[in-house]
């Protein structure tokens, strides 16, 4: 079973920093690829950022390239997202997704993902 919490979002001033995390009280979080997903009101939800299972890989959306960081730590099971340099174009309610299917390569797409948060609301103010 595999559950997953986000928090950390928040109201920071453009240019400002927050660390998401997403936990998972499953048994199984350190084989899984993960990833972070947000939808913006009207928008269509849009990939971020992911991690394979090991921490080796960690894809990127252009938007976020040199800002976000994504990590990853199995004992516990936690996924993180660090966010810096924020901007308003950045406001979003932000998921995390887990990828339960073993598949070998972490994927940008949200069909490729089958368990989700509940989402968490980042808002940058300009």
């Known amino acids: 079973q595999v559950q997953l919490v986000e928090s950390g979002g928040g109201l920071v001033q453009a240019g400002g920093s927050l660390r998401l995390s997403c936990t998972d009280s499953?048994?199984?979080?350190?084989?899984?690829?993960m990833g972070w997903f947000r939808q913006a009101p009207g928008k269509d939800r849009e990939f971020v950022a992911a991690?394979?299972?090991?921490?080796?890989?960690?894809p990127y959306a252009d938007s976020v390239k040199g800002r976000f960081t994504i990590s990853r730590d199995n004992d516990p099971n936690t996924m993180y997202l660090q966010m810096n340099n924020l901007k308003p174009e950045d406001t979003a309610v932000y998921y995390c997704?887990?990828?339960?299917?073993?598949?070998?390569?972490?994927?940008?797409?949200?069909?490729?993902?089958?368990?989700w948060g509940q989402g968490t609301q980042v808002t940058v103010s300009a």
């Open positions: 997704a887990a990828d339960s299917t073993f598949r070998r390569s972490v994927g940008a797409a949200v069909t490729e993902y089958d368990y």
């Open positions: 991690i394979n299972w090991s921490g080796s890989t960690t």
């Open positions: 499953g048994r199984t979080f350190s084989r899984y690829n």
